[in-house]
């Protein structure tokens, strides 16, 4: 049962312009939400996040919204960089939760073409 | 100098075999995790430790033994190595298991059992 869920396997976007990865959730329980980035052969590396007390965290080119309701969250990249290019995880833990570790959605490929 | 780290990077080896990934992380953090990535690229805990004291095992079979010498370390061996242990395993480690601390990942360890 998959509790975050991440519907895109890949987004393709030209640079410049904006990505929009979506992501999913069940567990109400999930409290908090990461995005980790993930080049190949390397371990994922951590972006942004947010708590369920935000519904928006901005840092630089990075912003991730958060509709608690809809259990929902988005990145968006504004302007997409080649650089950019990566698969995407978004990852919750409950509050607190730390030591349950991350679960995590099966990520977005995101391909920023020149 | 690398934050989290894994050794070896590749591992390949025989079914029936027990074979043993190391992982070291030098932030000081408290919780150290163990993570694998099956062939359907799902991120998934399955260990957590906390000051050398397991936390969570995630219905991981009993082939799979994590050890915690220091807390620096955590490193996980597998007993009689199966065809579906094949995938890539990251070690992550945070500050501490009560807060909902980013996680930081270590390149990871690919295994193949053959």
């Known amino acids: 049962d998959q509790q975050v869920k991440q519907n895109s396997p890949s987004l393709s976007v030209q640079e410049g312009r904006i990505s929009i990865l979506n992501c999913d959730y069940t567990n109400s329980m999930f409290d908090y939400f990461l995005w980790y980035k993930k080049y190949p052969a390397e371990g994922p590396t951590f972006l942004i996040s947010i708590s369920s007390i935000k519904d928006k965290n901005e840092d630089g080119r990075f912003t991730v919204f958060l509709n608690k309701s809809a259990k929902h969250l988005s990145l968006h990249i504004v302007p997409s960089q080649p650089g950019d290019s990566a698969v995407y995880f978004c990852?919750?833990?409950?509050f607190g939760g730390g030591a349950d570790g991350l679960t995590f959605g099966k990520g977005t490929h995101l391909i920023i073409q020149p | 100098d690398t934050a989290v780290s894994q050794t070896p990077k590749y591992l390949v080896t025989q079914m029936g075999n027990d074979k043993s990934i190391k992982c070291e992380q030098n932030l000081g953090h408290d919780t150290m995790y163990w993570y694998k990535q099956d062939s359907k690229k799902f991120l998934k805990i399955m260990f957590s430790?906390?000051?050398?004291?397991?936390?969570i095992n995630e219905t991981v079979p009993n082939r799979f033994s994590p050890k915690s010498p220091d807390k620096a370390h955590l490193n996980l061996h597998i007993n009689s190595l199966e065809l579906g242990d094949s995938a890539v395993y990251f070690c992550?480690?945070?500050?501490?298991?009560?807060?909902?601390?980013?996680?930081?990942f270590g390149p990871g360890t690919r295994l193949t059992v053959l």
């Open positions: 992550a480690s945070s500050l501490d298991p009560t807060r909902t601390d980013t996680q930081y």
């Open positions: 990852a919750a833990s409950p």
């Open positions: 430790y906390n000051n050398k004291e397991l936390i």
